[in-house]
């Protein structure tokens, strides 16, 4: 593997690391992988872990944030599956399974973060620590909103995500997409790199590949396209020292024009199905 960038943890240590690309699978990889992960997301403003709602940026995040869990409901609803059994892996605050339960689905989750669960548990979500703590092996839908970036051991977590998903079950992967314009304009600065918390870095290539290996196939692929314009405003930050709304939402908004031609928007859904 060959060095393709170099970066830093812009969010919260200041330290630098440098992206790998693997040329097979057509990703990046986050090197050096600290041992100690968990400190690097030990920050008050962690949004993920957070419900707050203190900066403009904060709030445009909630903002898009429940207008995006009807979204995804929809999607998983769309679906037609019979039991409507789900598993969220990062749940996070908890509010997709929330949101999922509303909707008459059976719901499980997993979130690391104790202050997260916390949160979640408020809202009468019940949430596990690690997949190792879920008994049920037969769910219809098993999501990772900007998940799989985060997970160590990515291809051990493959094989036990597989495992969790019933026959011609769906598989749900939202991820940022290093291919899109805001990436390639801001590049070092880009925030959906956010290293070391995000460990890879995927194009469509390796989502085909990497699954298609164990009976799973991408079957769909959908844009976010808010999420170029909230990636820009970060990256704006992390570039000048200021947020720069205009000019964050020109970048963001160029992203999504060029989009429609190329397909690589700055985040991207994929639906995949458990074909034995």
């Not at 291919?179 to 085909?208: C, V």
Request: charged share 30%.
């Amino acid at each position: 593997m060959t060095v393709f960038l170099k970066t830093k943890d812009y969010f919260n240590t200041k330290e630098e690391f440098w992206l790998e690309y693997d040329s097979e699978l057509e990703m990046l990889v986050t090197k050096p992988i600290p041992k100690d992960i968990d400190r690097y997301y030990n920050h008050p403003s962690y949004i993920s872990h957070t419900d707050q709602n203190k900066s403009v940026i904060d709030k445009i995040y909630q903002f898009v944030k429940k207008y995006s869990l009807n979204k995804k409901v929809k999607l998983i609803t769309e679906l037609r599956v019979k039991e409507k059994k789900v598993l969220d892996i990062g749940a996070g605050t908890g509010d997709f399974l929330k949101s999922a339960k509303k909707n008459n689905w059976l719901i499980d989750g997993i979130e690391p973060n104790e202050t997260a669960r916390t949160i979640a548990k408020n809202k009468k979500i019940e949430l596990k620590t690690n997949l190792n703590d879920v008994e049920n092996d037969s769910y219809d839908v098993v999501t990772l909103w900007h998940v799989l970036e985060h997970l160590p051991n990515l291809k051990q977590q493959i094989v036990q995500i597989n495992h969790k998903l019933k026959e011609n079950g769906y598989l749900i992967i939202a991820v940022p997409n290093f291919k899109s314009y805001d990436a390639q304009y801001y590049k070092e600065h880009w925030a959906a790199y956010d290293t070391p918390r995000h460990l890879w870095h995927f194009s469509k290539k390796s989502i085909h590949s990497l699954f298609l290996k164990h009976g799973l196939k991408v079957k769909k692929v959908k844009p976010m396209v808010f999420d170029s314009f909230y990636v820009s405003m970060l990256s704006e930050k992390y570039k000048t020292g200021h947020s720069n709304f205009i000019k964050a939402f020109t970048i963001g908004f160029i992203s999504n024009l060029k989009a429609l031609y190329t397909k690589e928007y700055s985040s991207l859904i994929y639906i995949l199905k458990k074909e034995v």
